[in-house]
Nanobody
Framework: LERLMESGGGSAQAGGSLTLSCAAG????????LGWFRQIPGQEREGVAV???????LYADNVKGRFTISKDGAKKTLYLHMNSLKPEDTAMYYC??????????????????????WGQGTQVTVSA
């Protein structure tokens, strides 16, 4: 499987913005589900935002209205635009893919085992 590469993390103050990128290669193609997940040390990884093959999106309640997931087919890149950042958004962020799933399942359970090889992620740190 082609490796996903996350970038764009960094430090921001509460209320600020960051945009994460994920070089997704051929997984940008229409049949794939793509998503952003995050993990705080000592806690389970959680779904943040997912986008389906035809562009439908679904967000976790704690980021709804603040984060926007999008994809650019020409650049083969998945994005997560994060606004109104909060200290509780501090985490390592990962992108992921899946096939033959649905948005609620993908957001809540993450990728199936076949596609569960997580990349290095990108760290987001938000200070109060």
């Amino acid at each position: 499987l082609e490796r996903l590469m996350e970038s764009g993390g960094g430090s921001a103050q509460a209320g600020g913005s960051l945009t994460l990128s994920c070089a997704a290669g051929e997984y940008i193609a229409r049949e794939w589900y793509l998503g952003w997940f995050r993990q705080i040390p000592g806690q389970e990884r959680e779904g943040v935002a997912v986008i389906g093959p035809f562009g439908a999106t679904l967000y976790a309640d704690n980021v709804k209205g603040r984060f926007t997931i999008s994809k650019d087919g020409a650049k083969k890149t998945l994005y997560l635009h994060m606004n109104s950042l909060k200290p509780e958004d501090t985490a390592m962020y990962y992108c992921a893919i899946d096939l033959r799933t649905d948005l609620p399942k993908f957001l809540s359970r993450g990728p199936s085992r076949k596609f569960g090889d997580w990349g290095q992620g990108t760290q987001v740190t938000v200070s109060a």
